[in-house]
């Protein structure tokens, strides 16, 4: 039985005869339903019609699909001597793409940051023998595929490394998490942040939304709780969720500058990701 894929969200479905009735990421506030309806494709499929590929972003390894598929995010790799650890994830795993995450290692771990990026998840872990997945419990009504690898951590924050820590941010979903890497940017630190805080197109400053499509800000009360739970990590380098997105100096600077331009722009009324 084939497995199916959401061709506007990226989400990965488990095998069955036919596809989903239904994608519950898309029909959320924050995603959309493909204007033509909704639409799937097999693994199969999406191989045939896309590749995956890998560069350096700024001294990671990013790991992305081409053409540009779905949300069009890219995955990171953080190497360790004892394996990598793949931070968010894509909708397709592909054997060239796992050998050469091999060659580099091979992965330890996978962590990511909210539902929009699980995509392949399961492919990814099941190719290196099982590797746990690491996602927020608070988030687990998203998961489209379970999977026996998913590790459903709780609380503020896990520990996959001494370098190494994931910390719940909540905001665009009540789950969302950060990856801090404390050993990136040469030693000053590292945090990645997918889209939970997004890397502006100036690669100077970030933003919050609950949704990106949808045009829906996040409100105050959740991005003074993102600012708390970074204030107190060290960080030089902010990583976004897609090629380039990324403040390569002076990235806590960078964010709390952007946390108190946002809340100057924004009320202080309760609204969307309030229980974040």
């Keep these: 039985m084939p497995s199916w894929t959401c061709e506007q969200c990226g989400a990965q479905f488990p ?12 029909e959320d506030e924050r995603q959309f339903v493909n204007w033509k309806g909704q639409q ?47 931070w968010d994830c ?32 399961a492919d990814w872990s099941d190719a290196f023998g099982g590797v746990p997945v ?24 896990h520990r996959i490394s001494e370098d190494i820590v994931l910390v719940r941010t909540g905001g665009h979903f009540a789950g969302a998490t950060f990856l801090h890497w404390r050993a990136g940017a040469d030693g000053r630190g590292a945090l990645l942040t997918g ?27 959740s991005v003074r709780r993102i600012a708390r739970t970074v204030e107190p990590l ?15 100096t002076g990235g806590k600077a960078a964010f709390d500058a952007s946390v108190r331009r946002y809340l100057a722009a924004i009320s202080d009324r309760a609204g969307p990701g309030a229980a974040g």
């Excluded at 069955?16 to 994608?23: I, K």
């Excluded at 590929?53 to 779905?70: K, M, N, Q, T, Y």
């Excluded at 397709?92 to 990511?112: D, N, P």
């Excluded at 060290?234 to 390569?248: P, S, T």
Aim: charged share 20%.
């Design 134 to 157: 690491y996602l927020h419990a608070d988030d687990r009504q998203w998961v489209t595929r379970p999977h026996p690898a998913t590790v459903p951590w709780s609380g503020a924050s």
């Design 90 to 121: 894509i909708p397709l795993a592909t054997t060239e793409a796992v050998e050469h995450v091999r060659s580099l290692g091979s992965l330890k771990a996978i962590a990511v940051s909210h539902p929009h990026f699980y995509g392949a998840v």
């Design 15 to 26: 095998d069955s005869d036919g596809p989903p009735a239904s994608c519950p990421i898309c």
């Design 195 to 221: 889209d939970v805080a997004m890397v502006a197109m100036d690669r100077r400053s970030l933003s919050f939304m609950y949704s990106f499509p949808n045009y829906i800000p996040l409100n105050a009360a």
């Design 234 to 248: 060290a960080f030089d380098r902010l990583y976004g969720g897609w090629w380039g997105r990324i403040v390569a």
């Design 40 to 86: 799937w494709l097999t693994r199969e499929e999406l191989t045939k019609g896309h590749q995956i590929v890998w560069r350096d972003d700024f001294g990671l390894l990013g790991i992305g699909v081409e053409p540009s598929f779905a949300i069009g995010q890219r995955a990171l790799l953080v190497r360790e001597p004892d394996g990598c650890v793949l």
